[in-house]
């Protein structure tokens, strides 16, 4: 009888805590390299920056997360070379850098610029939104920045995906369209492509990118995801407000 009075007091003081989701906590590393090691001028380097947020407590939310980095990454040859870490990324780089001078060695080629920064835009007791800003610049005057969101639920570690965070997307689609034509003054009598974009079947679509904050999500388009490379980026916001009847996650 004593003995199980005990495991019974035992399996009181348990309980509350086995009910308790271990909380995500998140730290930041930086993972550089530079070709050669002291940056002296503006041709024949390469320079190589990633710092990212990686979850102390989380393996499928940091797998995620370097899959996406090295999806964005695109120097990196899948055929020749293995990437299982950011450490692999950084290595390729410079890898590919050197490659490409090893073919015109007498002459000046402008350095190559990499830079990865991801940060946690909005978070709460349930889920979290951390960006990818990407810059990335191969010897170009003038090089280009991108964005990648990707949205967590805090207890599986999953990522969530449009339909994890959104209702009746075909209205919602609607009201962005709203915005965006008002915003960008889109003739109503002529298509988006006789316009200079490039939607596919001259179609809008919701963007792939939507980014939380306190007030509201931001829809964000890539270069060359709507429009030519030349009409930069685009972006719509919503308040909260506006996203009430379709919004899942909040």
């Known amino acids: 009888m004593k003995r199980f009075l005990i495991l019974f007091f ?5 309980l509350p805590f086995a009910n308790c989701t271990q909380k995500i906590v998140f730290e930041r590393k930086q993972y550089n390299s530079s070709y050669p090691s002291k940056l002296t001028s503006d041709y024949n380097s390469a320079n190589i920056k990633m710092e990212v947020v990686e979850a102390k407590n989380s393996d499928s939310i940091n797998k995620i997360i370097f899959e996406n980095i090295k999806e964005i990454s695109s120097f990196i040859d899948n055929k ?18 050197k490659d490409v001078k090893n073919q015109v060695p007498n002459d000046k080629l402008r350095s190559w610029e990499y830079h990865i920064e991801s940060n946690i835009e909005y978070e709460t007791e349930d889920f979290v939104n951390i960006v990818i800003n990407y810059y990335t610049s191969y010897g170009n005057m003038e090089g ?21 965070i959104f209702v009746n997307i075909g209205r919602l689609t609607q009201l962005v369209e709203l915005k965006f034509r008002s915003k960008y003054k889109i003739l109503p009598y002529k298509s988006y492509n ?3 974009y ?7 679509k919701l963007a792939d990118n939507f980014i939380y904050n306190i007030d509201g999500i931001t829809f964000f388009y890539n270069l060359n995801e ?3 490379y ?4 685009f972006e719509v916001f919503m308040s909260y407000d ?8 909040r």
């Open 194 to 196: 006789d316009q200079g």
């Open 144 to 164: 280009f920045a991108e964005k990648r969101s990707l949205i967590f639920d805090k207890i599986s570690g999953n990522q969530l995906k449009k339909n994890d």
């Open 242 to 249: 506006e996203l009430d009847k379709f919004l899942q996650v």
């Open 230 to 233: 030349e009409r930069g980026h």
């Open 226 to 228: 709507i429009a030519p």
């Open 80 to 97: 020749k070379v293995t990437i299982n870490n950011y450490s692999d990324i950084a290595k390729s780089f410079i890898a590919s850098y």
């Open 10 to 14: 035992l399996l009181i003081l348990i």
């Open 198 to 204: 490039c939607m596919e079947n001259n179609r809008f």
